[in-house]
Structures are given as C-alpha cells and as structure tokens.
C-alpha cells in the first residue's frame, strides 16, 4: 500500500492528512481543483495535479496510468447553509463527481477507498453517543449527500469488490505544525474564536445559550486533524468494507471552547450570544467504539486544551491564513 491519490489534498483537512503520510513514507498524489483549499497548502514533498473530480474521462485516464493503490477522497463542499440555498451544488459535486472518482478507482484496480463522511448523516440523532447503529436521517442537502455516496459505495462494494472505509467525522480541529484551518468564509468554532482572541474579527457570535445543556450552549465532539489522518491511515488496511463514526467521545460546549481558547492565549474572547441557529441539535458526541477496536484507531488529542493550542500555534505563524 504506497502509493496514494488524496483527492482534496489541497483542503484543510486532506492537507494534514497528505503530511501525515509522507511522514509515513507513503507516495502521495494531491489532486485538487482548488475551489476552496489553497495551491500552499499542498505539501511540497507530494505531486500536485490541479484537476475537477467532474473531469470524469481524465480522471479515469489519470488513475489508469498512475495505478494507485489506494484513494482518499476529501473533496466536497462542506458549507450546511450553502446546501440548504443552492442544493444542486451540492449533489453535483459530492455525489455525482465523487462517482467519477469511485468509478476510477474500480477502472483502474484501486484496493482501498477511504471516503471523508460525516456526523450531519445522522441529522437528529436518536442514541447519544452516536454509534454506527444510529438512524441515519439527515436534515440538510449536505449531509443526504455524503449518505447517498456512503450507499454508492455500499453497492460498489457489493457488485465491483471496491474496498471501502466511510469515516464519519465530528467536528475537525486543531493543526498540524504546518497545515490548519484556512476556509474561506471560516464557519467553524475554533478558528472563529482565535480569530476573535487576535483581534482580527471584533466579536465572536455564540448561537444558542438556551439548549437543554448544562451550560446551555451546544455540545459537540472536536476531533484533531491528525487523529483522523491516523485514522485514514489505519482504514487502509481493514480486511473488509466499513463505518466508522471518528470522535474522542468528549462532549465539549461552546462556553467550554471559549474558556479553553482563553487559558491557552490568556487573552479574553468579546462574545455575543444570538438567537439560535435553525438546525443545530443540542448534543452531538460520537461512540468511536468501533474504529478503536476493528482499526485499532487511538486518538491522542483528548482534550480541548492540546486541540486548541495546536491550532492556536499555527495561526500565529500563519496570522493572513495560506497566500492566495
Ligand atoms: N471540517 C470538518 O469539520 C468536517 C467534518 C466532517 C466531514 N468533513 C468532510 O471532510 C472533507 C474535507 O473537509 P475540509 O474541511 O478539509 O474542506 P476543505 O474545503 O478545506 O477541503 C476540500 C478540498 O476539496 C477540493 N475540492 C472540492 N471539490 C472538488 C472537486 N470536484 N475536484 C477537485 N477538488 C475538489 C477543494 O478545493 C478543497 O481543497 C470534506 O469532504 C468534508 O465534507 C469535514
């Protein structure tokens, strides 16, 4: 297992990812339409190619004459609200052109498809912590997107013998000493709140302090970037097809994250809290059960602290983010 093509190596998770397996001595291929990752977020010890998974016949060409031995796909909108507005963007990306990819990787006799899935297929759960049993109702065009392609994969499995992982992220967090988190809008909490600490934005908005949560804000299960490369990693080599929900297990809540930011910087966040979002369950935690015993998947980041930091460090070196 060597030589790998990450499909979205460009982005802020597959970037990490990518880094963690050169550091493993593996062959990485970045393939990348850089529609929202970053041309420096590529690490210089892979082979980039700047490519739209919507190129079906060129995808194919390419897989064919790289013969890959394995495929990790992390290219996809990921914008919830977006999904919810503009739909057919959303479909068309993250499930007809991630056929392209799945059907390439048949073509061409990849032996393992490691697919970046996520806790919004589960919409509002129905067991807390969320095991791999849980309904799987999603409650936004983004999330039933990503189950459509985890149900691709099912029957590709089924009829073709494509090997498959479908790892089902929480919420992504923290850096590496060289990749972090670069979206453009930046819609996730921790940078939000760093942001806030540097002053590059005047106020941090929490959504919601009337949930049926201790403290009243929303709980949600952050999960570092390298712990899911690691996880990537270990999917390559499970003998069979399969789900994993990727979480520590720890429900952690916006006050929490707030409170952390500011004991590792020892600066004050300026928050406001607003009304509630439409669509944000109260308590999202992940029973990661199953990958630690079929993958033998350990995270190493356990708690806020260490997560935050490590993204704090890496937007202190990188104060504008990546260079357009
Ligand atoms: N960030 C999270 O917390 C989180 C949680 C659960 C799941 N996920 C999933 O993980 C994956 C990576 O997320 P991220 O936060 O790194 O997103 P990102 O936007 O930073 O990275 C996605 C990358 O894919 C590329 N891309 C998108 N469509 C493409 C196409 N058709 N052809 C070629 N390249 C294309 C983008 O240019 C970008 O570089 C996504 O599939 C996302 O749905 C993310």
Redesign the pocket.
Known sequence: MKKILV??G?????SACAEYLLDHDYEVVV???????HRDAVDPRARFIK????ERDELIALCKKEKFDAVMH?????LVGESMQNPSKYFR?NLA?AMNLADAAVESGVQSFVF????ATFGIPDEMPISERASQIPINPYGES?LCFEKVLHWYSEIHGLKYAALR?F??AGATALHGED?RPES?LIPLVLQTVRGKREKFMLFGDDYDTPDGSCIRDYIHILDLAQAHEKALYAKESGHYNLGTGNGLSVFEIVRAAEAVTGKRVNLEVAPRRPGDPPRLIACSDRARKELGWQPRFENAESIIESAWKWQQLFPDGYAE
């Open positions: 499909a979205g460009a982005g802020y998770i597959g393939f990348d339409a850089l529609f929202t990752g490519g739209d998974l919507a992390f290219a996809a909108f990921s990306n052109s970046s899935s996520t806790a990503k992220y919420n992504a979206h996730h």
